[in-house]
């Protein structure tokens, strides 16, 4: 084994033992409450896993994408989720890479330190959805500040940052050449932001996921916290987002493989006709698949990943990745609910928990259309269809 290989084992089974602490019953008992994972949530911090993709310089593990999807299965592996945080460890990526050196000395240290976290990326409205370039939210420069209009949706983990970063219209669509330009990334400060000018209201939905809907009244956010140039908002929104695919397949596989283990586990130990049910080749096959296709788009995980890492260009891989991976971990889904028969659907057996989880990727934080949508117009040469 190569020094990478057992680094990865390693870190694997340090994420195992410490996920070993917070076995189903502490997932069932915060999904019936719709309650946030808080212990969880530090025990990650202070092992440092959230710090991952902080360059050592600024007080991170200066780790790659690779390692952090190795951490993010394993969560997911293990019957947990990462959701509550995942996003503490690529958020920061759009400041690392474009923002000020005065803005990465303030805030990556701390946040690598886990004493600010930064977790929450507005970028989704109501009225818009999908066709982000035509989002309303209006923040218009006044001397030093900006002062932000508008409303955002689906806003996760807001209520559980310090910092979030909001992606705002700077210049009318009508004034601009192309309707990608003249959006800009803010950095709001929610510590000071809550009940001056900023709102925000929690979302109930059908798996324990604390999101919300973000209100912004004539916000005011000092000029110093834009990110990068003004207008240039919706490049840095999709630099960020191979990092962010490829992470979100990564627990797909760990949803995957965990639904797989349980219901062969399963499938081994129910009789019914005398036989084990996992004897009957009907009960097999569902499995058997779903087992095949969560190992290939583990694969393309793997591979985007390390395209990312060399710093190749890696969207077609990112897009097929979490496209495989959320399919994958859906069927898997299927497939070991349908091995439990009834009992699939008894909270105590958890399956029906993380049922409700997976479905999630076939939607956030991006549709399989639009994936679809992307690879046949970006990689096929098709026609654009919207
Ligand atoms: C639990 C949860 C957490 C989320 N967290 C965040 C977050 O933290 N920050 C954030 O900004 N957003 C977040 N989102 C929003 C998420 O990114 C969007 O829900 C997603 O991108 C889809 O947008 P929409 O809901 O507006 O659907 P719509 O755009 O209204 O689409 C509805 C359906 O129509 C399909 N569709 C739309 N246009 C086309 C087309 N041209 N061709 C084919 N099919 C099409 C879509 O695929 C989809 O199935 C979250 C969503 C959820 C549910």
């Known amino acids: 084994m190569g020094p990478n290989h057992e680094l990865h084992a390693e870190l694997k089974n340090a994420v195992a033992e410490l996920c070993r602490n917070f076995p189903d019953t502490y997932w069932r008992e915060l999904d019936a409450q719709r309650a946030y994972p808080g212990e969880f949530v530090d025990a990650l911090t202070k092992a440092g896993y959230l710090a991952t993709l902080i360059p050592e310089d600024f007080g991170g593990a200066g780790l790659g994408v690779t390692e952090a999807t190795i951490i993010l299965e394993q969560i997911h592996r293990s019957g947990g989720n990462a959701g509550a945080c995942h996003a503490q460890m690529y958020i920061m990526g759009t400041l690392l890479r474009h923002g000020s050196s005065e803005q990465k ?13 930064l977790q929450a990326f507005a970028v989704s409205e109501p009225t818009t959805g999908s066709d982000t370039t035509q989002l309303k939210t209006f923040a218009v420069r006044k001397g030093d500040r900006y002062v ?29 050449k192309k309707r990608t330009e003249g959006l800009s990334i803010l950095l709001v400060d929610l510590r000071t932001s809550v009940g001056h000018g900023l709102t925000i209201r929690p979302i109930r939905t059908m798996m324990n996921h604390a999101t919300t809907e973000v209100f912004f009244d004539d916000l005011e956010v000092p000029a110093e916290n834009l990110v990068g140039e003004e207008g240039q908002g919706f490049r840095y929104l ?3 987002l191979n990092a962010e695919r490829i992470l979100i397949a990564s627990e797909c596989i760990g949803d995957g493989r965990w639904f797989l283990d349980r219901a062969c586990r399963y499938a081994k130990e129910r009789v019914v006709f005398n036989r084990p049910i996992g004897q ?9 698949r779903a087992y095949a296709n969560v190992e290939a788009a583990s694969l393309m995980v793997s591979n985007a990943a390390g ?5 190749q260009p890696c969207g077609p891989q990112a897009n097929m990745a979490k496209l495989l991976a959320a399919d994958a971990s859906w069927e898997s889904a299927n497939a070991a609910i349908q091995t439990y028969g009834g009992f699939g659907f008894a909270e105590e057996y958890d399956i029906e928990r ?10 956030a934080p991006i549709s399989t259309n639009l994936i679809l949508a992307y690879l046949a117009e970006h990689v096929l040469g098709l026609p654009r269809s919207y």
């Open 280 to 288: 009957n080749q009907g009960v097999q096959f569902p499995l058997a």
């Open 307 to 311: 395209l990312f890492d060399s710093h």
């Open 238 to 240: 999709l630099d960020g």
């Open 105 to 117: 000395k303030q805030y990556l240290p701390q946040i690598a330190r886990g004493d600010l976290r």
């Open 354 to 363: 993380k049922f409700r989880e997976t479905r999630l990727y076939q939607v």
């Open 148 to 176: 932000v209009k508008g409303q955002k949706i689906w806003i996760s983990r807001a209520e559980h940052s310090d910092l979030m970063l909001l992606l705002a219209r700077t210049t009318p669509i009508e004034e601009v």
